[in-house]
């Protein structure tokens, strides 16, 4: 099951607000047990037997969550418990998410005969075995009390809100919340708002530049030499879609969570106007830069222990990120190229300097590299990457334009207008300058009104294109 869609609009979402605040509404326990068993019917929807994987994931981490809280005193003990814990949830997502690759390599590289086993990717396996990670690393430093139900780690782990595409819910922000949260009209409220905005962002924005960004990658990957502006815009919309497609879900989850009395920390902080590298990865897909900071690159050393090993700390890192977005050779070396740009701007200083003069620079050098990463990061191989950039430069002597470039330019300049604009916090600023004022109160619950109108429209006459993060 998907936000953006009918079953989950008119039926799921009503079904479980009606029973969470009217049949539910006195007992903590009920509405907590009622939340996770529905999440784990939105997770079974559409994969039934994968949803045992969710479940084998809940009871390994709750079961060492509640061992390390049972040995408190006893440190080397607790440790050895963490270290089974995370070797299990490594093992686990390497089985789904890496063997088949691994084997069909080894096979291609090597002349081996190792059988490659039929193993179907449990959707956002990713996401919920790092939360997993999270409770029981949380846990074991005395961020969050440890949980004896069972249910209260399901429901951490499971909630359908952030269950299938993030954010990365640490444990240790909404410890407190998973008994004590309140719920109030204003989060109800708020938290449709965001709903709509999200949902609005991936049917009318995000699908619209997939069908462009489709059609220029596709057409290289079956040999066309497209034109060298046609290359670009595919790029700039790719770097779109995926913006407005994680974006929007991340919205939606937040605002989700919200309406249940869950306050969940923002995921992107428009990156598009960064002005460093260093900048846009704190702006984008915060909770997984976050995640890897705290839970890798610090215990690691940080950048506490000389210049070498902090290189060799961030290196580590960005290669993890690269393979945690999956096995392909593409995401390592996407995660790599981010290596480079990171430690080159540590070592200049870039990301240090201010000053308006230099910001237009610096801005068009970051975006530079966010859109060539991003070609690399579409690429069904390297090899059709590398030939997309050779387009891009107009190396195989392909056209500078043609007529489908003009085509696609002229059918979508609202669409990209639109987007490039909600890149920046134009609106955010419009609506905090004017939060008081009741005629733009007026305003904004129209315009709610009319994006949920139109994007229902949109979801339920359009083929669906499915979130990009879905298979991470």
Not at 296 to 321: D, E, H, K, Q
Not at 439 to 445: C, L, Q, R, S, Y
Request: overall charge positive; hydrophobic content about 50%.
């Amino acid at each position: 099951m998907v936000f953006s869609s009918a079953v989950f609009v008119y039926a799921f979402l009503p079904v479980v607000l009606f029973c969470y605040y009217v049949l539910f509404r006195k007992h903590r326990k009920a509405q907590n047990t009622f939340l996770l068993l529905a999440s784990l019917l939105f997770y079974a929807w559409g994969e039934p037997k994968a949803v045992l994987v969710m479940i084998a994931s809940i009871l390994i981490n709750w079961f060492f969550g509640w061992m390390i809280g049972k040995n408190r005193e006893n440190r080397k003990k607790n440790k050895l418990l963490l270290t089974a814990d995370v070797m299990l949830n490594l093992a686990v997502l390497f089985v789904f998410k890496y063997l088949v690759s691994t084997c069909s390599s080894l096979n291609q590289w090597f002349g081996l005969a190792v059988p490659v086993p039929a193993i179907t990717l449990p959707i956002g396996i990713s996401f919920f075995t790092f939360q997993g990670m999270s409770y029981v690393i949380d846990v074991y430093r005395r961020k969050g009390e440890v949980q004896p139900s069972i249910l209260s780690v399901g429901l951490y782990i499971a909630f359908f809100p952030q269950l299938v595409a993030g954010p990365i819910v640490r444990y240790e922000t909404i410890a407190d919340q998973i008994m004590n949260r309140k719920e109030t009209p204003n989060d109800l409220f708020d938290g449709f708002a965001r709903f709509v905005v999200g949902l609005s962002k991936k049917v009318l924005l995000a699908n619209g530049f997939a069908v462009i960004a489709d059609a220029a990658f596709e057409a290289v990957g079956s040999g066309e030499h497209i034109s060298v502006l046609f290359a670009w815009l595919g790029a700039a919309a790719y770097m779109l879609q995926i913006f407005f497609d994680f974006g929007g879900y991340s919205d939606m989850a937040i605002g989700l969570g919200r309406m249940f009395g869950f306050h969940y920390l923002e995921n992107f902080d428009y990156p598009y106007i960064s002005t460093s590298v260093t900048e846009f990865w704190r702006r984008w897909h915060i909770s997984l830069g976050a995640w890897f900071r705290d839970y890798v690159y610090y215990p690691l050393g940080g950048s506490r222990c000389g210049r070498g090993r902090t290189i060799l700390n961030l290196f580590i890192v960005w290669a993890l990120t690269g393979i945690w977005h999956g096995a392909d050779l593409t995401f390592l070396l996407w995660g790599l190229l981010y290596f480079v740009l990171l430690v080159f701007e540590k070592q200049t200083g870039l990301h240090k300097i201010t000053g308006k003069k230099s910001a237009a620079f610096r801005w068009l050098y970051t975006m530079w590299f966010v859109l060539l990463g991003w070609v690399l990061f579409r690429g069904d191989s390297v090899g059709e990457a590398v030939q997309y950039y050779g387009l891009m430069f107009g190396l195989p002597g392909n056209d500078l334009i043609d007529a489908a470039v003009q085509g696609w330019l002229i059918q979508n300049m609202i669409l990209f207008g639109v987007g490039l604009v909600l890149c920046t916090p134009l609106f955010r600023t419009l609506a905090r300058k004017t939060e008081n004022s009741r005629p733009a109160g007026i305003v904004k619950a129209g315009g709610l009104i009319c994006l949920f109108i139109l994007s229902v429209a949109s979801f339920v006459c359009d083929s669906y294109n499915p979130f990009i993060y879905f298979q991470f």
